[in-house]
């Protein structure tokens, strides 16, 4: 705080980044950090933010979201000279609306945004019972590619990710996000990747209490279990806690709760590779066959990997291998959490009698399509189907 | 029905589904079908649901969208153990609220969900007044990718697939959608592939009703021609058939509604390949040159195809090849159906005069860019413009 | 005008188009333009439409989001026969509903896409005080694959394009928007792409106002800086013009605010290629090693390209190189603009005191979390935080 100005010093620079425990990625940064620091102001406060361009190249810093002087925009060429190597240049603005705003360079952005520079800013707003909210988390998604064994993006690509992060960490690097039993929560959800994530809760219904662009007013808004961030684009959730337990929260690409892959891998399900498998293994002793029933196999598995690289499908639940990567994590309900209790419970003791388990008793006889089944790809709900048991 | 109990019984397990005539996927799904048999209740109801596993994997299944205790949640390590080979779990909870559902597992969820399992899951509101349809069809739509002449999935595959399905069919082998002219008209659409679809609708506007989060309240909903449905999103689309005639419905993603392809294919447009046709010809005695015009020639003419494959284009209509494949299919408005008659009516006879046909006759002058138009981007719409005829 | 019907004619033709100074792509449009021209009419006008085919292959037009009769709808082979090549077939209906509509072939649909075929239609309202904005611009949204030195889009690409476009043009291709202060400013922008484009504005937030289905109502609508306009859709957003300067407007995913690029380049920045730069000079005199420090100098550099191509990253701004190509242009608010005046009034002239600079005094020291960064994935921004300056 500088005579009413709030001041904030942001270092472009290089930095290592663990994505989880087992491979760190060569990004670049903020004050030691991809993502870098939010920055937290209240409504109508006046900021000034010092950038030193520690890069081998020019930057800029554009201020997604902000009401601003034209020349404060950060748009490298247009609203002003781009920060040389070097350079400390200054920005100054009033945070003229409450609301979650994303930062990022203007400059060489495609390459600047694929080496991770990108932050979060949240300003709060004026009045404290505006929309309050009990827990209210942030989270910016990105996208790296990183051949394995390498810690550096590749910064040309557009659409072959094989590194989907939240904070641009991955499962099992991402905390879980412990709230009590009754709470209002807001997660804050911006997207500086290439492509949609659609986020997506277990147990509890949401709505988008708020975009980049200001609140959703409360009767347009929408009852949703996953909701659709688009590149750009910033969207507030809000729910109650209604119900104990550990419950998933994640990207439902499929892909995007794995670890780096291969997509090119062929499928072996149903193909029966003894014979191959031993004439390989006189070239190659160690040689596995794998995916002949699927792939879970590897979520349980030790397979050597390069070194700096994360195992496809990992993770330990407390009933064994989770087999995800990426964009997952766990919002963990609990009675009797503190307020200031940010601390993981551990995992959820589920009570007697409400877990799936075994069954070893008499089943009802199940209702079967003919197969091949030939018929209707359409199925209306209102017409009388044996599909019903 | 189980003392106040509804019962139903899923079997996991390898099944052969027709895309189209001519071609039978190798896929995984329950009791004989991907996707497996909806699921239908009422709000209220306790639900058991007995989940047999003979794959060759273990599995899980989580009831996407409901509130449930979090031992029921499905998610293998997380809330339950997985459900080994040979083995039958139970799961049970209170279907809470009326809504639209989606079932799938959550182990090795990428490739089981790559290979089609997958299933909708309905629950009826108590009160049948509330929110009444005259017609009520759901769809999943899902994507596969299969090298022509296979039948397995590769389930590795990100971005490149080639089949993009309604409930894991294909256009010419969905159902048309059968309703009568006036009739309140629901679709519910679930996406469990890897990429947003655009649904789109011919003639009619609609409304997006509801989400697997709820009800969507009236204020708060956007007339729409086009819905894009993100991953893991359901969308309860909403419209009165206003208007006589067979409407295409179909993904707005142009190459969805294309069967098989590569996507490497070099351009032929403009290119006269008559030379090195006759050069080819003189080893390959059957080569025919393509695409030299355009590809619409695909659409009517018959080649030979490998086995179990279908064309890029096909499928006829009253007027001739439509040229279409994949995620496509119509909603067939008509006078006099009767409520239970799901029966296709055949094809929509136009009334005179309201088709387009041949016009012979004097034209007036078109409109011209100066050639090539080396102007604006941009259009406004307000000024006086020289694009009007 | 004919007795009370408004004539339009519009002639399938192959056309070549600019896409920004320097490169023609050869495409497929209407009129010798693509987008065809912008077909604009009054809310229940009787409008009869000539399409005459001047290509090799047959075509249909569809009226994307009409109401019309079945017969008019122009899906070959399904509700019309193909318009062979070399004739008219004559399309009419009453344009039912005020709004914005688009148009583009239902046969050979994906190549004919991939070519350019696609227009515009905006039915105004009867009542001329409905919904009024001062300036209302129109995009359609559409992606290239032109090789390098080719002028023919390969039209069998279903994701990796690599000219993102604005009405077929490109940055610096595209025109800026000039609207005068406080001016009430309605943009639609429709999408016959194939992925999804969120398009952002910087300074102001907006608000979608109509889609290809009707006006949104004004209860229902969300602030917003990013709208993701998915496939087949239209979106008009609004805004008021509330501060004068040059601001960006854009697409947000990176790569298409790029021209043509290979996306299969390693990254180098922060490999040393001095010594492999002599040894390749030997061979290739010319040779230059890139992208040792990112990739700005390819913004300001003047490399050799090969013909009938656009730099990666192109156009200067008032303070150098901008960095950009692509779906980039800017709307450039003014005081003092007349109503008819859409001349570009030149770059912003930033007011003292209101633009980052380079600064050069004392520096608060900037807070640093501990390298490498191992903790958390999640912030929450109510907990105490180091973050904070």
Redesign the interface.
Known sequence: M?AGV??????AE?????LA?GM?A?LWGY???SPG????VVEGDRVRI?V?NK????T?I?W????????????????????PPG?????EFVAQRAGTFMYHP??????????GMMG?W?T?PKDPKFAP???????LLNAYDIDPGSA?????????FNLW??????FP???A?PVHLGDRVRI?IGNLS???H?I?I?????E?AG???????R??????????V????MRAIEFDA???????FHC????H??NA???????M??IDQKDVVQKIRGLLPDYMAMG??????M?AMEMPLPDNTLPM?T?????????MGGMF??VKVRKGLAR?D?KDPGW?R??AG???????GA???????????????????????R???
């Open positions: 500088n709030k001041e904030f010093h942001l270092v290089t930095v290592i980044r663990e425990p760190r060569r004050n030691g950090q620091p939010t920055i937290e010092f030193t890069l081998p190249e020019h800029s554009h997604h979201g902000q009401r601003l002087p034209n020349g404060m925009d950060g748009v490298n060429g247009l609203t002003q000279a781009p920060i350079k400390t240049f200054v920005y203007h400059a060489d952005e495609m390459v600047q945004m694929a080496m979060f949240v709060h909210v009990d827990r209210d988390f942030v989270f550096t993006p590749r910064v040309m690509t557009m659409l072959d992060t939240f904070n641009s960490r991955v690097g991402i905390d996000m804050r290439m492509t949609n659609p997506h277990h147990g509890h219904e949401f988008v975009t980049d662009g200001g609140w959703v007013p009767a347009a808004r929408w009852p949703e279990v996953t909701t659709d688009g590149v750009g684009q209604i119900a104990e337990g550990d419950w998933a439902h690409k499929s892909h709760t794995m892959m291969g997509h090119d891998v062929p499928t399900i149903g002949e029933a699927g792939m879970a196999e979520g499908m993770g330990q639940g407390p009933y064994g291998a989770m087999e994590t766990t200031d940010y959820y589920q009570p409400t877990q799936a388990t075994e069954w070893t089943l009802p006889v199940p209702s079967r399509a003919d197969a091949p089944r030939a018929d209707s790809g359409t199925v209306d709900v209102r017409k009388p189907t599909h019903q048991h």
